[in-house]
């Protein structure tokens, strides 16, 4: 008797378990749904979470909305939210905007921003702008605008200046800009620089700046040094200055050492320089040794080392 009803009471607590998660699914409308199982209140329900489904998805614009369910009262209001919704996205310019769907009043909306969004656009100078829909006092302003931004870049030389449209007065500091920016370039020597716009006093100053540049150049030995250029004075230095940079050459034993160009006292003091230096590789075993140029004491000094050095091979 115990087991039959421990076993009665197993199967009302498994039917009942496999109930709720029968009115689970159906509120959900999941499609395991099986409304044969539901009583008259668990149908009620699950038609009452239907229609705030099918209310929520007509909200979103879900392809699953059935606006055959919506009373009377959802439908207005839907309609409605979703003229409101249209008429901002027409407003705001948006591809998805229905225009058939505007009000008078949204459709009035729509034009002003649209025509809002073209005068900045022209204001901007973009290409999008259309001035044909700009209005008097629109054109008036973007003109403006338009005349600033050309008479700035023929300030700077742009290509997109247009001369044309400048005034009198725009025109002449334009010009003005355009002599003290050639006049720069010829101080700088650039490839821009035209001389025949330059001034007396401007070619001067340009002539004075290329010449010292052709000095420094050549006091480099850089390849663009014009010696025909050079004043006497010019080569006086310049031949100094290379007699002082082939003298230091020579003395630290540099392939650019050019003997010839050495004063008789410089010869000697090279000479010396470089008797040390070779005894000094002899000394230390390095390959620019030279023996045939060790004098009989020098000769002594590098057996010497080379004995000390064969000493100390031997004891390692």
């Known amino acids: 008797m115990l087991l039959q009803t421990l076993f009665c009471c197993t199967c009302v607590l498994a ?5 709720d998660q029968q009115l689970t699914s159906c509120m959900k409308g999941l499609p395991d749904c099986d409304v044969s199982q539901l009583s008259p209140p668990q149908m009620k329900a699950v038609a009452n979470a239907a229609r ?19 009373t009377r009262e959802e439908a207005t209001n839907l309609e409605k939210a979703a003229r409101f919704q249209n008429a901002r996205k027409c407003i705001d310019g948006l591809g998805s905007c229905n225009p058939q769907l505007l009000t008078p009043p949204d459709a009035v909306a729509m034009a002003s921003a649209a025509q809002e969004r073209n005068f900045n656009r022209c204001l901007k100078g973009e290409t999008s702008c259309d001035p044909l829909r700009l209005n008097k006092e629109q054109r008036t302003a973007v003109h403006k ?25 725009n025109m002449a500091r334009a010009q003005e800009e ?11 020597g650039t490839s821009t620089c035209d001389p025949l716009r330059l001034t007396d006093d401007e070619a001067r100053r340009a002539r004075d700046a290329a010449a010292t540049r ?4 050549c006091l480099q030995g850089l390849f663009n040094c014009d010696v025909s250029a050079l004043g006497k004075e010019d080569l006086t230095t310049i031949g100094a200055e290379v007699r002082r940079k082939n003298l230091d050459s020579c003395r630290i034993g540099l ?9 008789p006292a410089e010869s000697t003091e090279v000479a010396q320089l470089s008797t ?14 030279d023996p ?5 004491p020098e000769m002594v000094l590098v057996s010497e080392a080379y004995r000390q050095r064969r000493r100390a091979s031997g004891k390692q």
């Open 255 to 263: 392939s650019t050492c050019d003997p010839v160009q050495l004063t």
């Open 52 to 70: 705030a489904r099918n209310v929520t998805n007509c909200e979103s614009g879900l392809a699953s909305c059935d606006p055959t369910r919506l």
């Open 145 to 169: 605008l338009e005349e600033d931004r050309n008479f700035d870049r023929c300030l700077k030389g742009q290509v997109t200046c247009d001369p044309v449209s400048l005034s009198r007065e």
């Open 178 to 188: 355009a002599r003290k920016r050639n006049a720069s370039a010829c101080m700088q």
């Open 292 to 296: 045939t140029l060790l004098t009989s």
């Open 214 to 217: 052709n000095v420094r150049n």
């Open 276 to 289: 040390r230096r070779n005894l000094d590789h002899c000394v230390r075993f390095q390959p620019g040794c």
């Open 15 to 19: 039917y009942a378990g496999e109930a």
